[in-house]
């Protein structure tokens, strides 16, 4: 079991990214989705979070209105796009499987999310 967070990189402030997170091993469709970030010498914190069928999304208040999560199950992938970016959100972002299929109350917290995804560094330049 294995997933797998690219498309970091280097972008400006305002600028726009797309992050994969794809699966191997186990079928990601299978589960809600999410993805969290941890900026230097900070905490983990949860980004956003999508269900099996992409119907229902859920957005920290930081990002709300600037990412999209999205699903496409039939490349077992789930994307995060990112625009408008600030400083701010520089960090190694995170992807994981979440414990089921829907997103209950404690969507947020990292400790119900099963599988962790190697991470993908964004910087984010001012």
């Known amino acids: 079991v294995q997933l797998q967070a690219s498309g970091g990189g280097l972008v400006q402030t305002g600028g726009s990214l797309r992050l994969s997170c794809t699966a191997s091993g186990f079928t990601l469709s299978n589960y809600a989705t999410g993805w969290f970030r941890q900026a230097p010498g900070k905490e983990r914190e949860f980004v956003s979070a999508i269900i099996w069928s992409g119907t229902v999304t859920r957005y920290s208040d930081s990002v709300k209105g600037r990412f999209a999560i999205s699903r496409d199950n039939t490349k077992n992938t789930v994307y995060l796009q990112m625009n408008s970016l600030r400083p701010e959100d520089t960090a190694v972002y995170f992807c994981?499987?979440?414990?089921?299929?829907?997103?209950?109350?404690?969507?947020?917290?990292?400790?119900?999310?099963?599988?962790w995804g190697v991470g993908t560094l964004v910087t984010v330049s001012s």
């Open positions: 994981a499987s979440y414990q089921y299929p829907y997103l209950d109350g404690s969507y947020y917290s990292e400790e119900l999310y099963t599988y």
